[in-house]
Nanobody
């Protein structure tokens, strides 16, 4: 059974940084793309970033491009999201997910973590 566990969320002031981690188990982690999504209260889940199985290809939502960086360590079976220059509008529950291919569409991903809350105060 595939398990994804996020960590690293918290409360930070605008302009600050956080690093999220997502530890994976139960699957050959290194063979699959990994994505980060987020969901704010009253809003739909939205794409944040995705990374290929090898880590050589990445894609970002326009809203986070230049501020967030996705990376992975296939030895540690972990994917990371480094978030810099955080804004109040980045406040959301952040989820990692894995699927058969890279996509910005949540429905493509078949396994999800439980989420970690990120709150950015102004």
């Amino acid at each position: 059974q595939v398990q994804l566990v996020e960590s690293g969320g918290g409360l930070v002031q605008a302009g600050g940084s956080l690093r999220l981690s997502c530890a994976a188990s139960g699957r050959t982690f290194s063979r699959y793309p990994m994505g980060w999504f987020r969901q704010a209260p009253g809003k739909e889940r939205e794409f944040v970033a995705v990374i290929s199985w090898s880590g050589t290809s990445t894609s970002y939502a326009d809203s986070v491009k230049g501020r967030f960086t996705i990376s992975r360590d296939n030895v540690k079976n972990t994917v990371y999201l480094q978030m810099n220059s955080l804004k109040p509008e980045d406040t959301a529950v952040y989820y990692c997910a894995t699927g058969a291919r890279m996509s910005i569409t949540p429905g493509v991903y078949d396994y999800w973590g439980q989420g970690t809350q990120v709150t950015v105060s102004s």
